[in-house]
């Protein structure tokens, strides 16, 4: 297939352009390069004859509309968004912008090219969206695809509002699409803001490991390569009009998810005192969800998909990949907002 990637230059979306060219499919990655975007993340694959890069924002409708008439996708798997909760206590607006208005650019792009491609049937629009749209969950229980929408967060909010835009575009136009909602990934080539790379680097620099509250907050956790092959199944197989929740089947609560990355670096790069001397306790995020967790029934029953790699596993091959890849996470950590203590709604 020509897949067109938006936001294929972050982490997920780079898991998803390096599987999906090295499968064959020709992919076109589009990003607007903002400070969680790294071109690094896609050069395994960079200089292949299938991958083509296009510097573009999604909210440039102009340019979207050349790139849909030069490329000529047959799928678009958008993944350009604002993400992280903390910045988005801090500064709603550019959320609303891109995964909103961006969002909506979008959708009027690809319309406009499936309807002068004469509406064929084979076309695909991806969008890949997240479990904090349905806000938080109790002890027990989990998300599903008909779990009412709840967000929580700005972020969540602009998530849950794009999501409603895909369904809306698909059931006013006919758009075809398909709406996928992940938990929490990690893995390799994660920007260092997020709680495992901040974990992991804040333990390596011998500073204070922060955990908000006292790490009760329960994730669901997904390795990101893991999460890039259901994508590109459900675009393949998925059915027109259904949104598949794409879990990992690995919960833990923050703090024991810490105290399982302090002591895999006790073994891997030992120091004269364990890692978790280091875990600070420091005030809670506004309006932090309790715990989020995703009943994966649908994508297993209908596409036969289950995650691979064990939350164990995936976090021995994390840690591993950040001592093997200095050069590419110091380059980060200059980048605004990086170390510091974001999401406290000052």
Request: glycine share 8%.
């Amino acid at each position: 297939m020509k897949l067109l990637v938006t936001g294929g230059a972050g982490f997920i979306g780079s898991a998803v352009v390096r599987r999906a060219v090295t499968m064959g499919h020709e992919v076109l990655n589009l990003d607007a390069l903002t400070y969680a975007a790294c071109l690094d993340n896609v050069a395994p694959v960079a200089d292949a004859p299938n991958y083509h890069f296009v510097h573009a924002d999604i909210r440039d409708r102009a340019m979207l509309d050349t790139v849909f008439a030069e490329f000529a996708p047959d799928a678009v798997m958008h993944l350009a968004a604002e993400s992280h909760v903390d910045r988005s206590i801090d500064a709603p607006a550019a959320f609303v912008e891109t995964n909103v208005t961006g969002t909506m650019a979008l959708l009027q792009a690809a319309r406009r090219h499936w309807e002068r491609a004469g509406r064929p049937a084979g076309f695909r629009f991806h969008h890949i969206s997240t479990d904090e749209v349905y806000g938080t969950l109790g002890p027990t229980g989990q998300f599903t695809e008909d779990t009412p929408y709840a967000p929580n967060s700005p972020y969540a909010a602009s998530k849950a509002a794009s999501d409603h835009l895909v369904r809306a575009w698909g059931e006013t136009y006919g758009l075809p699409f398909v709406i996928t909602n992940c938990s929490n990934n990690y893995g390799p080539y994660h920007f260092p803001e997020k709680l495992i790379p901040v974990v992991i680097l804040n333990a390596l620099a011998g500073k204070p490991i922060p955990v908000y509250g006292q790490g009760q907050n329960v994730r669901d956790w997904l390795y990101v390569e893991d999460h890039a092959e259901a994508l590109l199944l459900v675009l393949e197989k998925g059915v027109v009009g259904r949104s598949y929740n794409i879990g990992g089947e690995n919960e833990a609560t923050n703090i024991d998810l810490v105290h399982k990355l302090c002591a895999i670096l006790d073994g891997m790069r030992p120091q004269n005192r364990p890692y978790s001397s280091l875990i600070s306790f420091v005030a809670d995020r506004p309006g932090h969800d309790l715990r989020y967790a995703i009943d994966p029934t649908r994508i297993r029953s209908e596409l036969g998909w289950r995650p691979s790699v064990t939350l164990d596993e995936g976090l021995r091959r994390t840690v591993r990949w950040y001592l093997d890849n200095e050069d590419w996470w110091r380059a980060l950590q200059a980048r605004d907002g990086v170390g510091e203590r974001l999401g406290t709604g000052g």
